[in-house]
């Protein structure tokens, strides 16, 4: 039990069934509401306590928020993340970090990838060293209470693109491709590293993992993605990234897949062929039709043998369109505005399985 998801062994249960692709009565729905909608509270700032190191502050406040939240009536858990922002392993490998006004990036530092070494900066106060310093804060102070994120790695190609600029990487690919697959499978070779470094840091072996996405795992879990894919075509992809992505799935017990942008769909006969991925969230992109308008991409995923993410559904929403899909490996995540409200989500979707 956390003390705020008193139902969290039951909650355990139904992401068992999940990734097994086996359904208990209904598909999940991690739902959540405030215990009172006239008086909000609102949760710690995205990356609160990164740039100051103020790890307690942050903490501290988003309990706040969670003490003034209910989920109790779906598998809602809540959690926090410990960040630098979506760049953070490119700073791990020594690149400079910015963080300014609620956001983070690092500054294209390598004039070409001719003798590059992949290496963790380890000193003092790199940004790696006090990620995992911020993790191990984190994990003590909510124990029985609620869950640290697995941090969100962009690593792979993406690490590659910060560290070089997408553009400059793009042109590489063309003309220095012995030298991008050597860095490749150096910092490919890391990503373990990386993840057991968290385990130890998060004392996640205890606890389970869960990361940005909601789907927890009592394994070893993380959300993996190549947001760099939609600068390239198919036999680059197939190249460079797919096996990438494969080996990170591989090695972790289960996954999500973050599949952002429609630039990126060329790709996806190739990302749906990695056995190894569980879930997909697909992610239309700014300024496109959200995801319920995607239904035939949707279908096909499913058909894949793949389960969704759907994380931009309304309550109405859910409750006309989710028999649309099949509910093996299918989660909802949505915000309700009163406890009333989310259970009668669920109550609802139970009832018209």
């Known amino acids: 039990m956390l003390k705020y998801k008193e139902n969290f062994e039951q909650t355990k249960e139904y992401f068992r ?10 598909p999940l729905i991690a739902v959540s509401c405030p215990k009172d909608p006239a008086s909000p509270v609102w949760p710690a700032p995205y990356m609160a306590g990164s740039a100051d190191g103020k790890y ?26 410990c960040s630098f922002g979506p760049d953070q392993f490119a700073a791990f490998l020594g690149a400079k970090l910015e963080i ?44 029985g209470k609620f869950l640290i994120n697995t941090p969100d790695l962009h690593s792979n190609m993406d690490a590659l693109s910060a560290m070089r600029s997408p553009e400059e990487l793009c042109v590489d690919l063309m003309l220095d491709e012995e030298n991008v697959l050597s860095a490749l499978e150096q910092v490919r070779k890391l990503y373990p590293v990386v993840i057991e470094d968290v385990i130890r840091a998060g004392k996640f072996e205890q606890t389970g993992m869960i990361g940005w996405a909601p789907t927890y795992c009592e394994g070893k879990f993380a959300t993996v993605q190549c947001d760099f894919s939609c600068m390239i075509g198919p036999a680059m992809a197939r190249k460079f990234v797919i096996p990438a992505i494969r080996e990170e799935a591989a090695y972790l017990d289960h996954c999500v897949y973050h599949y952002d942008g429609k630039e990126a769909l060329g790709h996806l006969d190739d990302v749906l062929a990695i056995k190894e991925i569980d879930v997909i969230q697909w992610v239309p992109g700014d300024g496109n039709p ?32 989710f028999k649309e899909l099949k509910p093996e490996g299918l989660i909802f995540q949505v915000s309700a505005k009163d406890r009333k409200e989310a259970e009668g989500l669920v109550s609802y979707v139970k009832k018209h399985m």
């Open 17 to 26: 069934a999940f990734w097994k692709k086996e359904v208990i009565d209904r």
């Open 56 to 81: 307690l502050e942050a903490l501290q406040r988003q309990e706040e928020y969670f003490a003034g939240m209910d989920y109790s009536a779906g598998e809602a858990i809540p959690t926090f993340e």
């Open 100 to 143: 300014k006004a609620g956001t983070s990036w690092v500054h294209p530092c390598l004039e070409s990838f001719e003798g590059f070494h992949a290496q963790l900066d380890r000193s003092e106060n790199s940004v790696y060293t006090r990620l995992l310093q911020f993790i191990s804060v984190a994990a003590d102070y909510a124990k």
């Open 290 to 321: 959200r995801s319920i308008q995607w239904m035939d991409l949707l279908h096909k995923i499913q058909a894949a043998g793949k389960g969704l993410w759907i994380y931009d559904w309304t309550v109405d929403e859910i409750k006309e369109h």
